[in-house]
């Protein structure tokens, strides 16, 4: 019986479960602690590329609005460029004629007194139709206080469309351009006038041309070739210019 005690004594006391379960807390520590190392390292990964990329997307931004202005750019300085060349051809164009404006008022007794005021006008044409003018003026006093020297265009309609305002240097002499009027072929004169600086309407004539009666060069072109167009269309066969007759048909 003695025996049974001291074996029993001896189980208990070596406490041979006591091994296993400090080795499972020891193996679950030694596990965790590395993946909750790497769980952070993957983290930080994920918010340094997360930054990378947004910033990324910043500067890819940038670099588009940078483009977008640079694009605007060349595209205002290619306006500015064809504006120029435009002014250009019309500075280099002789016009389609060129007035005289003289200036022929009565006087109290119905006599015709001729003013100081003359002035030079060339006419011309714009590629859309419309028409331009180049006008040089001398003999032209200092305007009174609250006026200005107004040139005018009468449209054949009768119309007074306000071309500009002369403005006399010290000697008298003025220029002025204006564009985008009536076509040459619905004018009707052109006269300057001492005006009210707000004036709407034309004062006294001071001098004065009438133009001439013009056919647009522009759109005789274009009413030619359409009419050719229209008369391909309806022969179905372009006509022989050489013998003003028909191409004879091709034989199949």
Not at 4 to 18: E, R
Not at 168 to 191: I, R
Not at 210 to 237: C, M, T, V
Request: aromatic share 6%.
């Amino acid at each position: 019986m003695s025996t049974l005690v001291d074996m029993a004594t001896t189980t208990l006391g070596d406490q041979p479960f006591s091994r296993i379960v400090e080795t499972r807390k020891t193996t679950s520590w030694s596990i965790g602690v590395p993946i909750a190392i790497v769980v952070v390292l993957a983290v930080a990964l994920i918010a340094y590329f997360a930054a990378k990329a947004t910033q990324a997307n910043e500067q890819i931004a940038q670099v588009q609005q940078g483009a977008q202005q640079q694009q605007q750019s060349v595209t205002q300085i290619q306006q500015k460029m064809g504006s120029m060349e435009a002014e250009l051809a019309r500075e280099r164009d002789a016009g389609r004629t060129t007035v005289i404006l003289q200036s022929a008022s009565t006087g109290k007794r119905g006599k015709t007194t001729t003013s100081a005021g003359w002035g030079a006008a060339t006419w011309g044409e714009q590629a859309d139709g419309k028409s331009w003018m180049r006008v040089s003026a001398y003999g032209l006093a200092p305007a009174p206080a609250g006026k200005t020297y107004d040139l005018w265009f009468v449209s054949a309609k009768g119309d007074s469309i306000l071309a500009g305002k002369l403005d006399p240097n010290t000697d008298g002499s003025a220029y002025l351009e204006a564009k985008d009027l009536p076509g040459v072929d619905q004018g009707k004169s052109l006269f300057a006038s001492l005006d009210d600086e707000s004036a709407k309407t034309p004062g006294p004539v001071l001098f004065q041309a009438s133009l001439p009666k013009l056919n647009p060069s522009q759109h005789a072109e274009s009413s030619a070739g359409q009419a050719k167009a229209e008369s391909q269309d309806q022969s179905g066969a372009k006509p022989d210019t050489a013998q003003g007759k028909r191409a004879p048909p091709q034989k199949r």
